[in-house]
């Protein structure tokens, strides 16, 4: 597991609602090493957002082992699952998910909050440097409605980061964005693996996905692809 960030060894999800089953993840297995960056794509119902939500931990399996670094987080109760997804995920959601009456600077900080290992000077670094690798830091007493989107997103993204997390989760980042900023997010995101980031992005977008250095295709719960990607960044990029 030392060069792995994720291993998922046969992972099912049954949802159970009356009588009905619903298998939206099937014994699914899958390596992701430290550094990598990794687009999940499929049709609306493949399960690819289910399978974002168990590797932020989010949601558990039903059946098949996870290991996140070094934690077995199959089996671990709330509060542990609390405290890992805190410190060693970051989430980047395709509606943002600022909070309205914060500014940038205190949506940035607030999962720092939490965390006990950081005091309030620590934290205001973290903030800071994350806000400077979005270049957002002239926006910092600004409030999401006085943000453009993809202004809003950059300020999403700092908040991922700043916890220096060993893996970013990006579900659909450019989906409520304008093509100017979706190519600037994707950007963004270019420049933070270059940096030795971990991204698992889910997006529908196949030029999005091009910018990995794999895809994963999921249908029916199922990963039915798994490849380098064809094009390189800067083909992308022309």
Do not use: W
């Not at 600004?142 to 997103?153: A, C, E, I, T, V």
């Not at 989906?175 to 950007?187: P, T």
């Not at 719960?221 to 800067?234: F, W």
Request: glycine share 6%; charged share 25%.
């Amino acid at each position: 597991m030392s060069d792995l960030i994720i291993k998922l060894d046969n992972m099912s999800k049954v949802f159970f609602a009356d009588d009905i089953e619903t298998h939206a993840l099937n014994k699914i297995s899958l390596e992701v090493a430290k550094q990598e960056y990794i687009a999940i794509s499929g049709p609306s119902g493949s399960g690819k957002s289910t399978l974002l939500s168990v590797l932020g931990l989010l949601d558990t399996a039903t059946d098949g082992h996870y290991h996140l670094a070094d934690h077995l987080v199959s089996n671990i109760n709330k509060t542990e699952r609390a405290r890992i997804r805190n410190r060693e995920i970051g989430y980047i959601f395709q509606s943002f998910n600022l909070i309205s009456d914060l500014t940038v600077e205190e949506n940035v900080e607030l999962p720092l909050t939490y965390r006990t290992d950081l005091n309030k000077s620590q934290r205001k670094d973290k903030v800071t440097n994350a806000l400077k690798k979005v270049n957002m830091l002239h926006r910092v007493s600004h409030y999401p409605s006085q943000l453009s989107g993809g202004q809003q997103q950059r300020v999403a993204i700092a908040r991922a980061i700043a916890g220096d997390p060993k893996l970013i989760l990006a579900d659909e980042p450019t989906g409520n964005l304008d093509s100017k900023n979706a190519h600037d997010v994707l950007q963004l995101l270019d420049d933070l693996h270059r940096d030795g980031a971990t991204i698992c992005m889910v997006t529908h977008d196949p030029r999005s996905a091009q910018r990995a250095q794999r895809n994963i295709k999921v249908l029916d719960g199922r990963i039915v692809l798994d490849q380098p990607t064809t094009l390189n960044n800067e083909a992308v990029n022309a």
